[in-house]
């Protein structure tokens, strides 16, 4: 039994090694590209956070056009200070927690809904084959330094909370909307399931 319990142990601080190693590389990776001028969809958010700064209007033409919500170019405002690249480099961080927090929330909700035991060897198991599974869009979403990886940390939050606090739910959903669109889609679903109180925070937050 013991030598069973350190087996786990290992295979878990191996996996848990190897996800942060995967990270670090994403990271990395972006970074790198940021030190080429490389932004992707980062340039859209920082311009329409400058033009906001100058109190203008953040959709008006540019290379790449901002089309969300102003949320999440008001929340970039802090950044519009900084070059370009600065500002994208410190955006890696986040990207990288949003993604992380995805998995380990999604992960805690998929052992809880099936009465999985609370093992650190079984939740570093699905987080690896959530990222085989999502490898490409992930790999992507770092690529572009998109907002997808915001939304997705929100929804996992949002169904983590669905039970416990309803309410909450329903605020974190209408975050992601205000971020992007995409998320409108779990309104209907929310009615349909007479999830009163969460659909009504989250019409709240959205206005």
């Known amino acids: 039994m013991n030598w069973s319990k350190t087996s786990s ?9 190897a996800i942060g190693m995967v990270f670090i590389w994403l990271a990395a990776y972006c970074i790198r590209k940021t030190c080429h001028g490389e932004v992707g969809d980062f340039g859209a958010y920082y311009v329409a956070a400058q033009a906001l700064c100058r109190h203008g209007d953040p959709y008006l033409f540019s290379v790449k056009p901002y089309i ?14 900084l070059p370009m690249t600065t500002a994208a480099a410190l955006y890696v961080p986040v990207l990288v927690a949003a993604v992380l927090l995805s998995l380990f929330w999604g992960a805690r909700e998929m052992m809880d809904r099936f009465d999985l035991p609370p093992r650190t060897l079984l939740m570093a198991a699905i987080i690896v084959v959530t990222l085989l599974i999502m490898e490409d869009r992930i790999k992507s979403e770092f690529q572009m330094f998109q907002v997808n990886a915001l939304l997705m940390c929100l929804f996992t939050l949002s169904l983590r909370w669905l039970d416990r606090r309803p309410a909450w739910a329903g605020v974190a959903l209408g975050l992601a909307l205000n971020i992007k669109g995409y998320p409108i889609i779990m309104l209907p679903y929310l009615l349909f399931r007479r999830r009163w109180v969460t659909a009504g925070a989250m019409v709240v937050s959205t206005v």
Do not use: E, H
């Open 68 to 81: 969300y919500p102003p949320l999440f170019a008001t929340l970039c405002m802090p950044l519009a200070s």
């Open 9 to 17: 142990g290992r295979w878990a601080a191996a996996l848990i090694v």
